[in-house]
């Protein structure tokens, strides 16, 4: 069995369904690889995380960014599976993320101040996932039309990747600190 093509040398490759070569180099292609190196750094968040909570919210955002990855990277002709989980996620797996966002943040009250990451290898592993779905929510925007599901998940992941390294750090009795500015 090939695990490669032989047809992306020079820089090319097609969108699922479009049949048509394109520049590797296309807004499109540098959201798809984004979101990729998100999802897969998210793979070693899980690895780290001994709280299966944590786990099992960072696999359930996994298995989120494939459909979204999934809706990016066909050819504009989604099937109607695509469709169908592109649906649900308008609903269901934003009111999700947003209702682990609170039970995470239950635990830790209002927070004030900006936090240097750190404290926790856990942690700091999550601050940087959350900046990676600063960078894909950006790419989004600059690739495409925007639809509100993509958009808005990728703005509460952000949020719930900054909760749950908060979150690590309480859990492991880590006092964070916060910048100085001086």
């Known amino acids: 069995m090939r695990f490669y093509s032989g047809k992306g040398d020079k820089g090319t490759t097609t969108l699922y369904g479009s049949g048509k070569r394109a520049l590797k180099t296309g807004k499109v292609f540098e959201l798809l690889g984004t979101l990729d ?3 897969s750094y998210l793979g070693i968040c899980k690895s780290l995380a001994r709280d299966k ?30 469709m169908s989980d ?16 609170d039970k995470f943040g239950e635990a830790l009250g209002i927070i004030t ?4 990451s750190g404290d926790s290898a856990l942690s700091a592993h999550l601050d940087y ?10 790419a989004y925007l ?7 599901y993509a958009l808005a998940y990728l703005n509460r992941l952000s949020s719930l990747l900054f909760v749950l390294a908060r979150y690590v750090n309480k859990k492991a009795g880590k006092k964070e600190r916060n910048p100085k500015y001086k």
């Open 37 to 39: 190196e998100l999802n």
């Open 129 to 138: 996932a959350r900046t990676l779905a600063r960078s894909a929510e950006r």
């Open 142 to 148: 600059a690739s495409r039309t925007p639809n509100g």
């Open 113 to 116: 101040k900006f936090t240097l």
């Open 86 to 101: 592109v649906q649900a996620m308008k609903t269901e797996k934003i009111l999700g993320l947003e209702k682990t966002i």
């Open 53 to 82: 909570k944590i786990k099992n919210a960072l696999e359930t955002i996994q298995e989120n960014l494939f459909i979204i990855q999934a809706d990016v990277g066909s050819s504009g002709h989604p099937t109607s599976k695509q």
